[in-house]
């Protein structure tokens, strides 16, 4: 095992890799330090992406956190609205891509180099429609995908590494607990495995990687923008993401998603997902995640009184 070193993050005791970049930096990363890495194929998007220090719940910490060299898959797969409506807070709309039928996906990341350093991630999370939009909900799709801007509520979180816990369960509100979790993903295979707490299988994931297309860096930045509740107040949360490398494929075939026990497989199961239509691989791209700025939604009374669903 790798060595460790103990810092406080927000009250907390975390063990993070001795050496590491947030042991060295404290999120405050030197960007030429990181463009040396061969991993890294370049830090030009980071640049213009300026830090700023801010109070938070797990303490002063500074914002975005950049992620360098990350790799996903997000298997994307239709659902009956009146499930998803069974697991979505009140304040929130699924967003239906056709009367009755909402969108789940399934994800999993790999981020190979970071400010909190290495660590894998699987998510169950739901498309929603942005906060007080009161548009109909095909609309806020196409405007979603012709800005390349979605909105979601993430179920589950699981993480592989501690310091990812405590800063997104304290800091984001996510859902967030630490498994073992292997996400391998490259040109021809896309590999995933999440471990329940028994050492079982909770959730495994493996398809072809669909064909990958390079782009300059800059590009294409793709936006989301999460929802979570800290303490009684609702936050949103945004992540960019500077795609290099990416491809799809639209209505898969040869998807291997195994679902077994666990809290993945349970909120899956919980959504009655259809036949998956779209496979969605990025071999290579780099994240800012910002720290959650409180939202306003509107109070389920307001929606009860309106007399129609919200938004």
């Not at 890294?40 to 002063?60: A, M, N, Q, Y």
């Amino acid at each position: 095992m790798a060595p460790s070193t103990r810092v406080d993050l927000g009250g907390h005791p975390v063990d993070v890799p001795k050496g590491g970049l947030y042991d060295r930096y404290r999120m405050d990363t030197d960007l030429d330090t990181v463009a040396a890495d061969p991993r890294v194929s370049g830090v030009d998007f980071f640049r213009r992406l300026p830090k700023t220090r801010v109070d938070s719940p797990i303490g002063s910490t500074l914002t975005p956190n950049f992620y360098y060299r990350i790799s996903t898959a997000r298997l994307t797969l239709p659902a009956p609205s009146r499930a998803i409506r069974r697991r979505l807070p009140d304040e929130l709309s699924s967003l239906e891509v056709a009367p009755g039928l909402g969108l789940v996906s399934v994800m999993v990341f790999r981020y190979d180099v970071c400010d909190i350093d290495f660590y894998t991630e699987a998510a169950v999370g739901v498309a929603v429609r942005p906060a007080r939009h009161g548009g109909f909900g095909f609309f806020d799709l196409v405007t979603g995908l012709k800005n390349d801007h979605l909105h979601s509520y993430v179920l589950s979180l699981p993480v592989s590494s501690d310091i990812a816990r405590i800063r997104g369960r304290d800091g984001y509100g996510f859902p967030k607990w630490v498994t073992s979790l292997d996400v391998d993903i490259d040109g021809e295979r896309t590999e995933a495995h999440v471990a329940n707490d028994h050492g079982g299988t909770d959730l495994a994931l493996s398809a072809a990687t669909p064909r990958q297309s390079a782009r300059p860096t800059g590009e294409r930045v793709s936006n989301l923008t999460s929802y979570t509740t800290i303490g009684d107040a609702w936050h949103s949360t945004l992540s960019q993401t500077n795609v290099l490398s990416a491809g799809s494929a639209t209505f898969p075939r040869d998807i291997d998603l195994r679902l077994g026990e666990g809290r993945l497989s349970d909120d899956v199961r919980s959504l009655s997902p259809r036949r998956p239509v779209r496979l969605d691989v990025m071999t290579e791209g780099q994240l800012a995640l910002h720290m959650p700025v409180p939202t306003s939604v509107r109070h389920r009374e307001a929606r009860k009184m309106t007399g129609r669903a919200f938004p």
